[in-house]
């Protein structure tokens, strides 16, 4: 009797129909346009999220499709798959344990001060760390507040000047536009704490704070970000309300000026790439536009720091033309992945935006080239869709240092491009 109470919940699990399963991801790749029109219907129409592609135009023949699928909906939908036959297999088969892992923040363990760094953080934790750190850094780290979220939240960016040199440079980076990377935000916390720790240690970094300050947005989006902690892991808009629809939020890196709401963006409201009423209609994109227009002269290095996919994209991703300094961008980025790989065997693909991944317009790099800024980047990190948006935090320390290791690449060379166009930059 035992053995057959065993092969019944092992034929059970293996044909997926197990009633028991949590929540979901499911690695699904349609190969004829019926399959794909199918998918595309199951992503719509059911109570599912898509990790990737970011929305159903994108699925194509033959391209994997992550979807997200809570465990109410997991029967319908695995049973529509198989009908059809559709290739499909679970690739996160309990993301309810990832995210109890991603959440988890024992205070009490005595090596938690050491591990910060390592762990995802609550908003309030971030702001609160935002606080420590200037307090505790009065020389070196200022908070500027640039403006506020929909929701009336502070975005606060900080400013490293581990150096006074007079008519200094800067370059920006923005962690965690969308609210779901939260590989994002954690980066840029490993960014501050990595340059006041190594500055007159580690020899690149020296070099790069010598010669530029840098803005730090750690939280980009802290609507969305609150929201994904409290409510729904799986959001990536903003949270402000549309006149029209029940839906809430716009895609902010759809919504700025750069070819805005052209093909690759959306202006349904419920969309996940909702472009927003006009460029800039959401203050947090308002904020950064608004900060950078005023700092054009000084910065020129800009970085937002997304995830999951491990690429370095640069512009332009509004329009299939090349960037007029197409091929330093490129060789900037190839050395940069070259260096990931030699130093931690991972692959990141690099090249730009529109080709490399998807025409969509309206975001921040693309903007931020047209406006002056030659050197743009988009980090997509950590990983391909093993854990995708529930990255462990056991993983945060590889996916930040290889990111540190592209950024360091990226801005010596900037600094040896712009600011000592025949030799190498001084180091202190
Ligand atoms: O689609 C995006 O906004 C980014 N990918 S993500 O999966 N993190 O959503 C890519 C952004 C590339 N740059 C621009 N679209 N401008
Ligand atoms: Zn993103």
Same mark, same amino acid.
């Given at each position: 009797m035992k053995t057959l109470v065993l092969l019944f919940i092992v034929l059970t699990v293996d044909k997926g129909y197990c009633t028991e399963t949590g929540d979901q991801v499911l690695s699904i790749t349609p190969t004829t346009q019926e399959q794909v029109d199918i998918v595309r219907n199951v992503s719509t129409q059911y109570e599912t999220t898509l990790w990737q592609p970011v929305s159903h135009q994108y699925i194509k023949e033959e391209t994997t499709v992550h979807l997200f699928v809570p465990a109410n909906t997991s029967g319908a939908v695995r049973g529509l798959l198989h009908k059809h036959a559709i290739n499909h297999e679970v @690739?996160?088969?309990?993301?309810?344990?990832?995210?109890?892992?991603?959440?988890? *923040?024992? &205070?009490?363990?005595?090596?938690?001060?050491?591990?910060?760094?390592?762990?995802?953080?609550? @908003?309030?934790?971030?702001?609160?760390?935002?606080?420590?750190?200037?307090?505790? *850094?009065? &020389?070196?780290?200022?908070?500027?507040?640039i403006g506020s979220s929909s929701e009336k939240r502070p975005l606060y960016a900080l400013k490293l000047t581990l150096n006074n040199r007079p008519n200094k440079k800067a370059m920006w980076i923005d962690c965690g536009i969308h609210a779901r990377e939260w590989i994002a935000p954690a980066f840029c916390l490993w960014f501050v704490h990595y340059s006041l720790s190594y500055y007159n240690i580690n020899q690149d970094i020296t070099s790069i704070l010598d010669n530029m300050d840098v803005y730090v947005l750690p939280v980009m989006n802290p609507d969305g970000y609150k929201y994904t902690w409290t409510t729904n892991r799986m959001w990536r808009k903003n949270r402000s309300v549309s006149r029209s629809t029940n839906c809430f939020g716009v895609d902010l890196n759809r919504n700025f000026d750069a070819n805005w709401c052209t093909e690759g963006a959306s202006p349904e409201p419920c969309s996940e790439i909702y472009c927003g009423a006009f460029p800039e209609s959401e203050p947090e994109s308002e904020a950064v536009a608004n900060f950078l227009r005023s700092h054009k002269n000084s910065v020129q290095f800009y970085l937002s720091i997304h995830s999951y996919s491990q690429m370095l994209l640069f512009p332009y991703s509004c329009t299939l033309e090349e960037a007029e300094n197409h091929s330093d961008l490129l060789e900037m980025a190839q050395e940069a992945a070259q260096k990931i790989q030699r130093y931690y065997r991972n692959i990141y693909k690099y090249g730009a935006g529109a080709k490399t991944i998807y025409l969509a317009p309206g975001g921040s790099d693309d903007w931020a080239y047209n406006l002056g800024i030659k050197y743009s980047f988009t980090f997509e990190l950590q990983d391909r869709g093993s854990y995708g948006f529930l990255l462990p935090p056991s993983q945060i320390s590889r996916a930040c240092n290889e990111a540190m290791i592209a950024v360091k690449t990226i801005a010596l060379k900037v600094i040896e491009k712009t600011q000592y166009p025949t030799s190498s930059p001084r180091t202190a």
């Open positions: @690739l996160l088969a309990n993301t309810n344990e990832l995210i109890e892992m991603q959440t988890k *923040n024992d &205070s009490s363990d005595p090596r938690s001060s050491s591990t910060f760094y390592e762990r995802y953080h609550t @908003l309030e934790d971030i702001y609160y760390w935002i606080d420590r750190i200037t307090q505790d *850094n009065p &020389s070196t780290v200022k908070a500027i507040l």
